[in-house]
Structure formats: C-alpha cells, structure tokens
C-alpha cells in the first residue's frame, strides 16, 4: 500500500466518527462513545502510516538523510502534517478532559480537509530541497512551527466558541468580534478551498502558492466581477453569522461543552504553544538564518511577523496571570493571536513581500 | 506596584512606571505597530521602490507618494530598525523587563527559600484540595504506606510528630517558580548579545573568483574592512539533482593564508561555514564571469586505456595521450540546450549545463567535431577515447557572506538559557503535599491535603491516583 491509501483510510475514518461522535451525544452511550474514539484513533495510526511511509519514499528518492527528508516540502504535506497535529492535540485533549464533545466538531474538520486535498489533485512526485533547505535546524523549525499553529488554532476555535456561548447582546463589542472574525476566517478557507480546485496546486511550496495563486480564483481574480461578487460574498457571509451566531451557543451547549472548560482549554494550548513557538519557531529559525547566512535576525517581514505574534501570546500570558483577566477580554486575545499567526504564515507572503515584487517591476 | 502612596520621590515615581505592566503593554504595541509600517516599507531600499509602493497601496499620484515617502523617511522608517527612536524603544523594553524582575524578584525568591513546612490545623483547614482516607492498620504501618505511596508519586516526604498524631510533608518542582524570571533573563542575554555584536562585529560580503584571494572584505557602500589574513577560493562548483536545474548544493573550496602561510583548507556550503580568528565565511551566492585566463580542465583516456589529465585555454588544443590526434577548443557555452528543432543555443547566464565544442584533428587534418557536456558522461566518448570535461575553472566566482560578531555566542547562551526558563515556566509545576495521620481505634485516619501553582487538574488527578493506591492494594 502506498501513502495515499492510507490517507484515504484515514479521512474516511475521521469522516465516520464523526457520525459516531454525534450518535453519542444523541445517545449517551459509553459503548458508543469508545467506538467513535476508536474509529479516531485508527484514522490517526492509518494517517502516521502515511505520513511515514511517505518520509521513506522521500527519503529513497532524495540521498539527503532520513532527518531532512522529513516530507513537509510543500502545501499539501504541511496541510496533512497540520491535520495530524489537530486529531492529536484532540486525542489528548478527550483522554484528559475525559469529554468527547469536541470530537464532533473536530473529525469532520479534519477529515474532509484530506479528502479535499485528495480530489483537489495531489501529486505523488517529490521535489528534493535546494541547499539552503538542507539542515537539521530547519526540519525542526518547521516542525514545531507547525505543532504550534496547530496549538494556536486550538486555542482560537475554543476562544471562538467560549465568545459565542458567553456573549449574549447581538449589539455587544464582543459578540460583534467573534462573528465577524469567524465570518472572515470562514471565506478565507473557502476561498482557499476554491484556489486549490481551480489551480490543483497542492503540491506547489507554500511561498510559490500564495506568491501565485491565493486567492486568484476569488478576491484576487482578473475578472473584476468575480473579485466583487467575492467581496460581496464574504460581506453576506459574515452577516448572517451574525445574524444566527446564537445557533451556535445553542449548539455548543447541547454538546455539554461548559465555558470554564473552554476558557480552560484556550489557555492550555496557549501554554503549549507558546514555549513550543518560542523554542521552535522563533529560536530555531534563528539558529538556521545564522548556520545558513551568518544573519540570526534580520527584521525581515517574516520574522517581525512572527515577533508580533510572540508579543500577542505573550501578552495573552501576562494578563492572565498578572492582571488576571479571565472572560471576553482574554478570549478576544487569543483570536488576535491566531489572527497573526495566520498572517505571519500567508500574509506576509501574499501582501508584504508580493507588494514589493511588484513595486520593483 | 499598584499601590498609590502620596509623597513618593521622583525615582520611585520613575520606578513605578518602569516596573508596570502598562508599560510593558504599550512597549509592546508600539514595537509591534512601527514594526508592522517596517514590514510594509521595504527597508534599506532605493526610494523609487518605496514610492511605488505607496502608489499602489494608496492609489495616490507619484508625487504626492514621494513627498509621503520623504516625511516617513525623515522618521527613520526606511531604514526604522537601526533609527534611534527603535533602540529607544527596544531599550526601554528591557528596563521594563529588568525593573519588573527585580520588583518581583524577593517575593519570589523567599518562596523559593523557604522549603515546605507542617501544616497548622487552622491551615490544613483552608487548603482546597484536600482528601480523606481510613487505613485499616496501626499508625507506624500507615505512615509506612503513605511514605511509600509518596516515594511512587515523586515526593520524599519528612515528619513531624504532633501530640497523638503525625503530619509527613513533601514538595518537589519548588524552583520551576523561577521559570519566568529565567525567561525574562534570556531575552535580556540576547538582547545584550545583539548589542555586542552592533558595536564590536560586522557584516560584510567578498566575491572571490576561482585562483584569487584577498586581504578584506566589503561593507555596504565598498568600504574595505581588513580581515588580518588572506583568504583564497581554489575552486567553485555547483552540483544539481540528475537531470534537473534544482541547485543540490553549492561548494567553495576555500584556503586561509595567514603570514603567507597556508594555514587552513575548508570545503564550505550553505549550512557548514568557514571560521578562523573569530571571523565567518559563508557561502551566500556565486557568479558567472569568463575570462582570457579561465581553464579548461579535462581528463582524456586513449581507447588504450592511457589516462592524461590537461588544461588550456580557449583556443587552445591538447593531445589524446599516445595517438597523434588532436583536439581544439572551439566553443563554449555555460548553460548548453537544444530546441525542439534540434538548434542548440544557451539557455542560463550560469554555468548550469556547462558545454565545450571540441574540434579533433589527426596530424593537423580535420577529422570531426563533438560538444562534450560536463554533467552528461554520455557525451564524453569520442571516436578516439574519452574525452571528461571536468571544469571551466577560474570561470565562475563564490559569493561569501564575511560576518564577524563577538555576541553571537551570547545571544546562543540567551537561547539556551531560555529554553530551560520556558520549560520550568510552563511544564514544571511546585507541588506541595501534606498528609496527617492519627490513630482510630486500630486504624488511621488520614487527611491530606495538596497544593500546586500550575497545571490544577491534572495535579488533582494525581492525588487521586495516590489515594486510590493507598486504598486499594489491601483491600
């Protein structure tokens, strides 16, 4: 069997607990309950196969070591990488918590992102690394850069949802916030799902997609029709989330999910992400710039970028624990977090460095 | 610090604002939103980019552009990470730090020194977590278990004899409170590093073509820096993955000549740098630039199987070894491909596909004429022999990035120590347990109380476990 197989296990059985999940929570049974992690953990044992059996094929095809052939080279395998994480961080959190409420929000999540990334026309060839990608501090630079994203995404979704159940005035800051933060975050998925139907470019580096193609097929389309129209898409989009964010409390609180557990857990994967970033996405880049180049901070638009995101969590940190804010106004720093990091990850990229390649033509 | 006394003096009225936490926070947002206007603008950058810049992201007129650009230049946002309004700001950010620290500091510290001591009745009352246990078994044997099960959980406990009761208390993790001062440490050590290196390092870059060497390198604007030695680049190559263009790595074949003497030979490559007396090499680029001196290196074995390595130069012409044939360089290309109706023509102002056009010719008659590609050995065999093409050497120069910066090593101390302080601040905890043991009749009561600044759930978990082992394994 190859990886792809295995991949294809996986997302279908991400994609049938959840359905198991959501019988539970109807249901209450423990069998059932068991079964649907179960179902889980066999799509994530089926997927770090995958990911396995797909590190050998880089690495018998690239001669550059078993460490650098680590395959996180390209969108789709960070895209996977990524979703693994999330199921991870999901296990934990259900063995510890002891609460499988979560498993029907997150499985479907991650299993139809991997079945989308397979129709959307991934491709099996493996491009070896050019020299400057060729070090170890690099492979773990991005490797914990990605656990830590995936914490922080963790923490954004559960910030999310503890605004929607605590905010009650559709008037209220607050509640403004989080549907027009989770109205925009909505149309930048979809957006980039349209992206990676309309071009098949999953397997394109991360810089070379968003330099590209992001958003080409919506906002960024040559057809101005077709940037408008998206425009005005995402505006009706955000709307109605406002609109009907209270079915979401609804929701929420149906699957006996308390906010004390969501406040709880949006910090938890702070303090988790946070050391991790430190460590791996701050640091080690900087270890690699200066192996590599003989820079170890050049305030490059990535870099501050990614300061700017270690100063909001930082800050998140800080006034929990010093002014301990709890409640609305800490929720609403971890969604700026995220905000950040998603910028450091593809904004810097699509804006800041795409101005300046054209402002040179 | 939130304490508003009247009548404070000037310094402590200074301190105060320094050891705030508002501070921090307004520090923060102004380093992040200057940063993110010195993320936009392209810093360092000729002025026509930047006004560009405006102009698209403004949709406004050239001109207005520029002027916009010339007062934001006179702020220093063009080159904003090196003004002095920036290092003011990165200053009073570690003030802020280090005040912060200090004011904290004896609080904690004290915690720190002060080991866990015997609960008072009154105490054990207000703890939290607390649990209730009755063993089935004489004082003396309980304080055995409840030691024993302590030992499994981590904790060596020590003993304090009340009247008609025993209390056994324990601790571990007590200095990971230490973790966040230790971070805040770090960040000042790589701060103070960073300052080193601006002050007593510096940055430079020298391209050394093939054979030549030199005494300096260049900063900026070509301002010559000495290096105290010579370096010498013997040989440049770049190797590609089979055939593609994808680079697999690029290599210089460095020499460092100290008094004339050659006191150090290094391959490099991006990634594994050249270091003598404190000053670094790396390899950042390489170029293309042919000349009359560059040398054709070939090694020819005669279909006899006589090998002869040779080099010359264009134009020129050598021997297959024990023949009477001759070959002439003719042609050369650096990136040689053909079109689809078979035109060749060159494709790369690198050598990427390095090509030479071979004239053979036997006692002085034209006999045929060959490319002969340097990555493609297939090429090589010619009527008379092999002919490999081996370098255009003295063609191609290296790109070194020369950097100097005594600091670096404190900004990687700064590193380490941080990730220690990160670990102790968010993955250790201090946990604090007591457990009173009285005699019942013929069994023990046992209260216990615990106690952890971080990570309460799972902690609390870990108290039942100990309480069910306690309970369970005589049952």
């Not at chain 1, 923490?155 to 008037?171: C, E, G, P, Q, R």
């Not at chain 2, 009761?165 to 007590?174: I, M, P, W």
């Not at chain 2, 264009?314 to 297959?320: L, M, P, T």
Request: glycine letters at 8%; proline letters at 3%; a positive charge.
């Amino acid at each position: 069997m190859d990886s792809s197989q295995f991949f294809g296990i996986s997302s279908i059985a991400y994609i049938l607990a959840m359905v198991v999940y959501i019988a539970y929570l109807v249901f209450r049974n423990s069998m059932v309950g068991v079964t649907a992690t179960v179902i889980t953990a066999i799509g994530f044992l089926s997927q770090t196969a995958a990911f396995i059996i797909r590190w050998k094929e880089f690495y018998d095809m690239s001669q550059m070591g078993l460490l650098r052939s680590i395959p996180l080279t390209n969108l789709y395998e960070s895209l996977i990488f990524f979703i693994w994480c999330l199921i991870l961080g999901y296990l934990i959190i259900e063995w510890k918590y002891k609460n499988r409420s979560f498993g029907a929000f997150i499985t479907p999540i991650a299993g139809m992102a991997l079945a989308f990334i397979d129709i959307s026309g991934m491709d099996k060839s493996i491009h070896p690394l050019v020299p400057a990608l060729q070090s170890n501090w690099l492979l773990a630079h991005v490797t914990m850069s990605f656990i830590a994203y995936a914490t922080f995404a963790i923490s954004f979704a559960t910030a999310i949802m503890y605004l929607a159940v605590s905010t009650k005035d559709k008037k209220s800051g607050a509640y403004l916030f989080w549907t027009v933060s989770l109205g925009i975050f909505a149309a930048v998925l979809i957006a980039m799902g349209i992206d990676f139907l309309a071009f098949k470019v999953a397997v394109k580096s991360p810089e070379a997609f968003i330099k590209s193609y992001l958003f080409k097929a919506s906002f960024r389309s040559d057809s101005g029709f077709i940037a408008a129209f998206s425009y005005f898409a995402t505006a009706a989009f955000v709307f109605l989330i406002w609109r009907y964010g209270h079915g979401l409390k609804k929701l929420i609180t149906s699957f006996s999910i308390s906010e004390d557990m969501l406040d709880d857990l949006t910090y938890k994967s702070i303090a988790i992400g946070f050391p991790i970033f430190t460590l791996g996405g701050l640091i080690f880049g900087a270890i690699w710039a200066d192996q590599a180049w003989g820079k170890y901070w050049t305030w490059d638009p990535k870099e501050t970028w990614s300061l700017i995101t270690w100063f909001v969590y930082a800050f998140y940190l800080h006034a929990r624990f010093l002014r301990g804010w709890r409640g609305n106004k800490i929720a609403m720093v971890a969604v700026l977090g995220f905000v950040c990091t998603i910028f450091t990850y593809l904004g810097v990229n699509l804006l800041l460095s795409g101005l300046h390649s054209y402002g040179g033509q | 610090m939130s304490d508003k006394k009247t009548g404070k003096g000037i310094v402590d009225r200074i301190w105060d604002v320094f050891s705030s936490i508002k501070l921090a926070v307004v520090v923060f947002s102004l380093i992040s939103l200057t940063s993110i206007v010195g993320t936009v603008l392209e810093q360092q950058a000729d002025p026509e980019k930047n006004t560009q810049l405006l102009v698209k992201m403004f949709g406004i007129g050239h001109d207005p552009a520029h002027s916009v650009l010339g007062v934001l230049e006179s702020l220093g946002f063009t080159d904003m990470y090196h003004s002095w309004w920036f290092m003011a700001l990165l200053f009073i950010f570690a003030a802020n730090l280090v005040i912060c620290s200090i004011d904290r500091l004896p609080r904690i510290l004290k915690a720190v020194n002060e080991p866990v001591k015997p609960l008072s009745p009154e105490q054990f009352k207000v703890m939290t977590l607390k649990r209730e246990v009755v063993l089935k078994e004489r004082l003396d044997s309980a304080k055995g278990t409840m030691e024993a099960a302590l030992q499994k959980a981590g904790f060596k406990a020590g003993v304090s004899q009340e009247d008609g009761s025993l209390q056994l208390y324990a601790e571990k993790g007590r200095y990971s409170r230490l973790g966040v001062y230790v971070t805040h440490l770090s960040i000042l050590l790589i701060l103070i590093g960073a300052v080193v290196g601006l002050f007593l390092g510096y940055n430079g870059s020298l391209n050394l073509l093939e054979g030549t060497s030199s005494p300096v390198a260049y900063m900026g604007k070509g301002i010559e820096v000495p290096l105290g030695f010579e370096i010498r680049c013997d040989d440049f190559d770049v190797s590609y993955y089979d055939n593609s263009d994808t680079p697999k790595s690029y290599r210089s074949w460095l020499t460092v000549l100290d008094n004339g003497r050659e006191v150090m030979k290094k391959e490099i490559e991006v990634n594994t740098p050249l270091k003598y007396k404190g000053i670094t090499f790396y390899q950042s680029s390489y170029g293309y630039s042919p000349n009359q001196d560059s040398l054709f290196r070939f090694t020819v074995t005669a279909n006899d199987g006589k090998k002869q390595d040779t080099q010359l130069k264009f134009g020129q012409a050598f021997e297959i070894p024990g023949t009477k044939v001759t070959a002439k360089v003719l042609d050369f290309s650096p990136a040689l491909s053909m079109d689809q109706s078979g035109k060749l023509f060159t494709y790369a102002e690198m050598m990427n596909n390095p090509a030479v056009f071979l004239e053979f010719a036997e006692e002085g008659k034209h006999k045929y004429n060959q490319w002969i590609l340097k990555r493609y050995p297939e090429t090589w065999r010619v009527q008379d022999g092999m002919v490999e093409f081996k370098d255009l050497w003295g063609a191609q120069y290296t790109g070194l990035q020369v950097r100097k910066d005594p600091g670096v090593w404190i900004v990687y101390l700064g590193c380490i120590i941080m990730g220690i302080g990160l670990y102790a601040a968010f993955f250790m905890s201090h946990a604090r347990i007591w457990v009173r043991l009285r005699e019942e009749k013929s069994s023990t009561r046992v209260d216990i109380a615990a106690s952890s600044n971080k990570n309460k759930l799972a902690f609390e978990q870990k108290i039942e476990k100990l309480v069910k082992s306690v309970m369970s394994p005589k049952s």
